[in-house]
């Protein structure tokens, strides 16, 4: 069974590896802007059609990094006074510290306990939303190295707003929406609730907490994040209850690194056929001299 369970992830994986990298070249690559992200483009204030230097790309990693930061600190230190807190108590200074700086740079260490510590709205509005954006981040910056390695006549390397913004709208939401849905067909728990009381078959009592956990567990596995609603993660049963759920939410967390490298192929292959043609590549000095 255990061979089985393997070989079909593999055969999954290798299957998907060269159609989600074929999409995550031409998500980022396309000229093209939609209604919602040239929105997002006004609301940042930034120009779309405009590609930076590596300074100014990494200048922009760092600036939302420190914003997201700050405002998931913020959030988790404000969260009895929000909606669907639950009758939590804000988290302790240097925990929603630790868990800010963890889940911005997607180093994502849990040094709480989900489920008694974190109201829903954190959860949801704070952890998933740096569940989206510092996996994005992530991946912009591998799009950015590796456009620097396959541009040899120009010092500019995309937009980090773009492709933070296209990666987040094109890849991650669509991808995870319907791996939620799937996880919730699976079992997967979903809801609103503060929790259930029951008593259990030894005449005991004990408090079983619901809450949004498949949207949250689908692009925790599907960016690689490590941070559960749960303080077991994907142990608990509300997180992951059988072994089909089991097999695709390592699916998921695969799903990403092994197809991001088939999408490089995309900016070789549009460097070879038009690296003197291009407009937006003018001589300079490469950014690795830099």
Not at 196 to 207: F, I, W
Not at 265 to 276: D, V
């Amino acid at each position: 069974m255990g061979a089985v369970f393997v070989v079909s992830l593999v055969a999954a994986l290798a299957v998907a590896y060269r159609f989600v990298g074929d999409y995550l070249y031409r998500a980022v690559a396309g000229t093209r802007h939609s209604a919602v992200e040239r929105g997002v483009y006004r609301l940042v204030g930034v120009n779309p059609n405009g590609e930076q230097t590596w300074g100014v790309y990494a200048r922009g990693v760092l600036a939302f990094s420190a914003v997201s930061i700050l405002f998931l600190y913020a959030f988790e230190r404000l969260q009895d006074k929000l909606w669907l807190s639950l009758g939590l108590d804000p988290v302790t200074t240097h925990v929603a510290w630790n868990t800010a700086v963890s889940f911005v740079t997607n180093t994502n260490w849990q040094a709480y306990s989900g489920e008694s510590t974190m109201g829903h709205l954190v959860q949801m509005a704070g952890l998933a939303v740096q569940n989206f954006v510092s996996a994005a981040v992530g991946i912009a910056v591998a799009v950015a190295l590796v456009r620097g390695f396959s541009r040899s006549r120009t010092d500019q390397l995309g937009n980090f707003w773009v492709d933070l913004t296209r990666v987040t709208l094109r890849v991650l939401l669509p991808f995870a929406a319907v791996g939620a849905v799937v996880l919730m067909v699976g079992g997967v728990v979903q809801n609103l609730s503060g929790g259930t009381d029951v008593t259990t078959l030894a005449g005991g009592h004990q408090h079983i907490t619901g809450g949004p956990v498949a949207s949250q567990e689908a692009i925790k596995e599907l960016g690689t994040n490590g941070g559960g609603f749960y303080n077991v993660n994907s142990a608990h049963p509300f997180e992951n209850p059988t072994a089909w759920t089991n097999w695709f939410e390592i699916f998921l967390l695969l799903l990403i690194p092994v197809s991001l490298p088939g999408s490089s192929g995309g900016w070789s292959a549009r460097t070879a056929r038009g690296t003197r043609s291009s407009r937006s590549w003018r001589p300079s000095r490469s950014p690795a001299s830099r």
